[in-house]
């Protein structure tokens, strides 16, 4: 099977438990817009605009963190430690678990 | 009160466009954008990438594409009402729409198209607690007017462009220009970047990074910020003015309470027809609409904008039929007197 479970605390604290292909060249961004969650994805997945910041809760290892989104991540707000733009992380068999929380929006 | 045959909400690449198919119905139009320059997103957030998916263009960039979008519609001189947001809608006796913006500027048209995209950009406003309470009174999310910062105190936060290009303009204005950024390195243009450096080695700007504003000062006006730094702890500025510049975004803003029909942050439109909206007369294309199967890409809108010219046209002269006549074939006639034929073939007996 090459779906994944990830689940996703919304803004309003509810747990959404959803399905991931890993074969369909998805980030998390559009996982959370197919499951119709309130994440905008303004910039379409460019990492300039950070509206689809999210906090990591497990601790899955995540593809290291590029330029681009480091970058937009020192302009965001409400940015913790844990702090990711969800369009930068590719849906992979090695995600299967993740939990993540949206970040307020802004 | 400006007048005009379509009234289009959104200069972005769909409503750009949407001039020059009105313009070949010989229909006038004319554009709101609340940002200061035509292009939406285009221009606002990536001018400098590329976009792939644009027909007969294997790669262009996005900024390209809006000035290419100006040239193509210069002939139908369209009018521009930039830097106002779109407020209210009111139908008038004579059926037509009276727009007015946020500025007051009224603008009345038989037929309006909303080429909104995601909205009309708003700056982004940094969580600090008692911000709110300072707008106008030391606190701007944008810069209209320099000059108010002659010979004033300023600081500014932020590490993207728009920060770095108003901290070199200001350091010749102000009396003394601070830059915060949480980070050493900027998301800027790097020349930009190498300007501001040299202008912090030369003393004309205080710059701090690795840092964050976390509070205002001040009773009446602001009257300096608290800065939070990652290893020197709290850092205190004296300022009149606190500018943050963390770019955009988009809401959907005052459209939402237009009677129109809103599924999931976007505009219900007839897409089995001209993408008319539940208010006979309005229309929504591009990004801004949304029906079963809804692609948010510019070519869509492009699409959106011709189909759209058409029903507008019937709308305006129910009794008039029109012919789609193929620019190939009919030419481009501008409004300002030009005119963009094909040559004619030139036709040679051999013998």
New interface residues.
């Given amino acids: 099977m090459s779906d994944v479970t990830i689940k996703i605390k919304d803004r309003e604290g509810e747990i959404h438990e959803v399905q991931a292909p890993t074969d369909m060249a998805m980030n998390l961004m559009e996982v959370c817009k197919a499951y119709e969650l309130p994440v905008e994805g303004t910039c379409g997945g460019m990492a300039m605009c950070a509206s689809c910041q999210c906090y990591i809760l497990s601790d899955h290892e995540l593809p290291e963190m590029g330029q681009d989104e480091d970058l937009m991540l020192a302009e965001a707000f409400y940015v913790e430690d844990n702090s990711r733009l969800g369009c930068q992380i590719p849906i992979t068999p090695e995600l299967d678990g993740l939990e993540i929380e949206l970040a307020p929006e802004s | 009160m400006i007048k005009t045959d379509i009234l289009i909400i959104g200069a972005g690449p769909t409503g750009l466009f949407t001039v020059f198919e009105a313009g070949l119905l010989k229909l006038k139009t004319h554009l709101i954008d609340a940002l200061p320059q035509p292009g939406g997103?285009c221009s606002e957030?990536?001018p400098k990438?590329p976009i792939y998916d644009i027909p007969g263009f294997p790669e262009i960039l996005a900024g390209d594409l809006v000035n290419n979008l100006m040239e193509q519609i210069k002939p139908f001189e369209p009018g521009f009402t930039l830097g106002e947001r779109a407020e209210t809608i009111e139908k008038l006796e004579d059926d037509t729409f009276l727009v007015t913006t946020n500025k007051g500027t009224k603008h009345n048209a038989p037929v309006v198209a909303i080429a909104g995209g995601?909205g009309s950009f708003e700056p982004?406003?940094?969580?600090i607690p008692n911000i709110a309470d300072f707008e106008d009174k030391g606190v701007a999310y944008i810069i209209r007017d320099p000059e108010v910062y002659r010979d004033k105190r300023v600081v500014i936060a932020?590490?993207?462009d728009s920060a770095l290009d108003w901290t070199i303009f200001l350091a010749d204005v102000a009396s003394e220009v601070t830059l915060v950024?949480?980070?050493n390195?900027?998301?800027g243009a790097l020349d930009s970047v190498e300007r501001v450096g040299e202008l912090t080695k030369l003393g004309k700007v205080n710059l701090i990074t690795e840092a964050e504003v976390k509070e205002i000062k001040g009773e009446d006006h602001v009257t300096g910020v608290g800065i939070k730094h990652k290893t020197q702890g709290d850092i205190n500025v004296d300022t009149d003015y606190f500018i943050p510049l963390?770019?955009l975004?988009?809401k959907l803003g005052p459209i939402a309470n237009w009677g129109l029909e809103i599924e999931?942050n976007a505009i219900k439109v007839d897409n089995s027809y001209d993408y008319q909206t539940n208010i006979p007369g309005i229309y929504a294309i591009g990004d801004v609409n949304t029906y079963r199967g809804k692609l948010k890409l510019i070519l869509s809108g492009f699409h959106e904008a011709a189909i759209m010219c058409q029903s507008a046209y019937q709308r305006i002269f129910p009794d008039k039929k029109y012919v789609m006549k193929y620019t190939t074939v009919g030419g481009v006639e501008g409004f300002d007197g030009s005119k963009k034929e094909a040559k004619k073939e030139v036709v040679k007996a051999i013998v």
């Avoid at chain 2, 982004?124 to 969580?127: S, V």
């Fill in positions: 997103q957030i990536y990438k995601l982004r406003k940094p969580p932020g590490g993207g950024h949480r980070r390195e900027f998301r963390f770019g975004s988009p999931k």
